[in-house]
């Protein structure tokens, strides 16, 4: 695959993207994120019970700027701390049903664009899902390989 292909293949996702962004103008009814909680929330919902470490590292965040977006997550009431059962000196990070309903939402959002973009042709939908799906675990695997220290 040439360059110029594999530049375009970026742009068009970065252009994708910013059609679907919930803080555009056409923005769901959610609480409003910045990109760094936008980040943490992502993980801590797929992954309940975290711990704040595990999202910092997880994320590729400091541990200072997790740490903030975790405060403010927190504040907004989207993300509940809990001390673990087991270990009351460790902490787990909950989504909350104000963040349910925000995910539940953005979901809905996002497939009524997408829905109306594809103008009921959804052929090829779940493939170039997985192929971005590679995409994104190859550059994770990537960025993982530059910070671990050796």
Same mark, same amino acid.
Do not use: Y
């Given at each position: 695959?040439?360059?110029?292909?594999?530049?375009?293949?970026?742009?068009?996702?970065?252009?994708?993207?910013?059609?679907?962004?919930?803080?555009?103008?056409?923005?769901?009814d959610i609480v409003p994120l910045t990109g760094t909680e936008a980040l943490v929330?992502?993980?801590?919902?797929?992954?309940? &019970?975290?711990?704040?470490?595990?999202? =910092?590292? @997880?994320?590729? #965040?400091? /541990?200072?700027?997790?740490?903030?977006?975790?405060?403010?997550?927190?504040?907004?009431?989207?993300?509940?701390?809990?001390?673990?059962?087991?270990?009351?000196?460790?902490?787990?990070?909950?989504?909350?049903?104000?963040?349910?309903?925000?995910?539940?939402?953005?979901?809905a959002f996002w497939v009524d664009r997408l829905r109306s973009a594809l103008e &009921?042709?959804?052929?090829?939908?779940? =493939?170039? @899902?997985?192929? #971005?799906? /590679?995409?994104?675990?190859?550059?994770?695997?990537?960025?993982?390989?530059?910070?671990?220290?050796?």
């Open positions: 695959m040439s360059d110029d292909a594999l530049a375009e293949f970026a742009d068009v996702v970065m252009r994708i993207a910013r059609e679907i962004d919930p803080n555009g103008p056409q923005a769901p929330m992502r993980w801590v919902h797929h992954n309940p &019970g975290a711990s704040p470490s595990a999202v =910092a590292k @997880a994320t590729a #965040l400091q /541990r200072s700027n997790c740490s903030v977006a975790l405060r403010s997550l927190v504040a907004k009431g989207m993300i509940e701390r809990q001390t673990a059962p087991d270990d009351a000196r460790a902490v787990r990070l909950l989504p909350t049903p104000l963040a349910d309903e925000s995910v539940r939402k953005l979901h &009921g042709d959804d052929a090829g939908v779940e =493939a170039a @899902a997985a192929l #971005l799906a /590679r995409v994104e675990g190859g550059l994770r695997r990537g960025h993982d390989a530059t910070t671990s220290p050796h």
